[in-house]
């Protein structure tokens, strides 16, 4: 079955630790794409990656980094630098216009 | 800038209709919709571009008005699975990031028997 796999589905960091998100699809997207998600708001773009080895800043890439070393992976770093690192983060690709999404990893900082 | 979608949250019988607008202070090429049950991804409803017609499928359509930069997601007869949060997902025209979407805060959509 083609879809996007996220993860592990929660996951639990002491404060000061990075802590990486694994994102992988068979879908043969070309871009992909990592979204923010908090409690009772919508989805904030952190990056997104049209091709590989290129990735573009979204509106709250502060604290985070990425790569793109194969088409088909895109993990995200959360680092020790990003203030408020609890949150349900979802990762998604696209073929022209339309974005699927995982299945989310939810992210809770001690 | 991020769309505004309202309202912020509607209650709703089994079989009454609902409305959610989405409004952008853009140019828009696209909108999007999608609904997500609490804790789960997001699920692509459905794509509106400029310049294309009116979608939809069963009883759930979507307009797009290119001028007011508005796009509308009607629910008809609504069952209870149509519970949950939609989101409008807009892509600016003219833009150089292909694909790249901005969201709306989310409109809670609650069916009740």
């Known amino acids: 079955d083609g879809g996007i796999t996220q993860s592990p589905k929660y996951l639990f960091r002491k404060e000061g630790q990075n802590v990486t998100l694994s994102c992988e699809q068979n879908l043969n997207h070309d871009a992909m794409y990592w979204y923010r998600q908090d409690p009772g708001q919508g989805l904030r773009l952190i990056y997104y990656?049209?091709?590989?080895?290129?990735?573009q800043k979204g509106d709250i890439a502060e604290g985070y980094s990425v790569s793109r070393e194969k088409k088909e992976s895109f993990p995200l770093t959360v680092t020790s630098a990003q203030k408020n690192p609890t949150a349900f983060y979802l990762c998604?690709?696209?073929?022209?216009?339309?974005?699927?999404f995982g299945p989310g990893t939810r992210l809770t900082v001690l | 800038q991020q769309p505004v979608q309202s309202p912020q949250a509607v209650i709703l019988r089994e079989g009454e209709d609902a409305v959610i607008n989405c409004s952008s202070s853009?140019?828009?090429?696209?909108v999007h919709w999608y609904r997500q049950k609490h804790g789960e991804a997001p699920v692509f409803l459905m794509i509106l571009l400029k310049g294309g017609e009116q979608k939809g499928h069963e009883k759930i359509s979507a307009s797009f008005n290119e001028k007011k930069q508005q796009s509308s997601l009607y629910l008809t007869a609504s069952q209870l699975s149509y519970s949950g949060t939609y989101f409008c997902g807009t892509e600016s025209e003219g833009g150089t990031s292909y694909g790249k979407l901005t969201f709306g805060q989310g409109t809670i959509l609650t069916v009740h028997p």
């Open positions: 853009k140019a828009l090429y696209s």
């Open positions: 990656s049209q091709i590989v080895n290129d990735f």
């Open positions: 998604a690709s696209s073929n022209l216009n339309t974005q699927y």
